[in-house]
Nanobody
Framework: QVQLKESGGGLVQAGGSLRLSCAASGTIFSINAMSWYRHRPGKQRERVATISSGGNIDYADFVKGRFTISMDNARGSVFLQMNSLTPEDLGVYYC?????????????WGLGTAVTVSS
């Protein structure tokens, strides 16, 4: 079992930056990839970025070079550096982990951290 806890959300002015953190606990050795998703008001949840335990990274098109995902494998932590934030980035950001344990795949979600961007 893997548990996830996000932190780092808050209020920032447009053009500002935030760094989100996600700490994993439990069987972190079983994690294959970690991602950030977001849920904006009135929109469906969407994937922001993914990083694998091997270091492969994939970003959603809307990131456009503004966000950077990174991982500390040893500590089971993942980070999202967000720069040049706009009001369109407002929402709740969730940490997600997927992996294999005991011959079965799993997906875990954190409870989310809220990001508010004022214009």
């Amino acid at each position: 079992q893997v548990q996830l806890k996000e932190s780092g959300g808050g209020l920032v002015q447009a053009g500002g930056s935030l760094r989100l953190s996600c700490a994993a606990s439990g069987t972190i050795f079983s994690i294959n990839a970690m991602s950030w998703y977001r849920h904006r008001p009135g929109k469906q949840r969407e994937r922001v970025a993914t990083i694998s335990s091997g270091g492969n990274i994939d970003y959603a098109d809307f990131v456009k070079g503004r966000f950077t995902i990174s991982m500390d494998n040893a500590r089971g932590s993942v980070f999202l550096q967000m720069n040049s934030l706009t009001p369109e980035d407002l929402g709740v950001y969730y940490c997600h982990a997927e992996g294999e344990e005991g011959g079965s795949t799993f997906r875990s979600w954190g409870l989310g951290t809220a990001v508010t961007v004022s214009s």
